[in-house]
């Protein structure tokens, strides 16, 4: 019941920034997490990064740690992935999701966004 709607992808050139958006509506579950997965043209869907409704748990994937940050606005239903130091390696569909927190390191979630293209040129 829950959709999720991501913006703010696009062609950024390489050591740029970008900052991601995902909106949630209808039906949400504070009690779920908040999450950025990304794919790559032939390669499998990837954790980005990870955060609880509260701020308590945050977590990235080490490929992103020291780049990436993740935030929200709960006001909004809206959660937020600002991307620095970008590189090529990066370029991919970004995908927002929503499931329990133990589970959100996983591609089996709640319910997905439909992505949107990151593109870093070199």
């Known amino acids: 019941q829950v959709q999720l709607v991501e913006s703010g992808g696009g062609l950024v050139q390489a050591g740029g920034s970008l900052r991601l958006s995902c909106a949630a509506s209808?039906?949400?579950?504070?009690?779920?997490?908040m999450a950025w997965f990304r794919q790559a043209p032939g390669k499998e869907r990837e954790f980005v990064s990870a955060i609880t409704w509260s701020g308590a748990n945050i977590a990235y994937a080490d490929s992103v740690k020291g780049r990436f940050t993740i935030a929200r606005d709960n006001a909004k239903s809206t959660v937020y992935l600002q991307m620095n130091s970008l590189t090529p390696e990066d370029t991919a569909v970004y995908y927002c999701a929503t499931g329990p927190w133990a589970g959100i390191r996983t591609t089996w979630q709640a319910a997905w966004g439909q992505g949107t293209q990151v593109t870093v040129s070199s």
């Open positions: 209808g039906r949400t579950f504070r009690s779920y997490a």
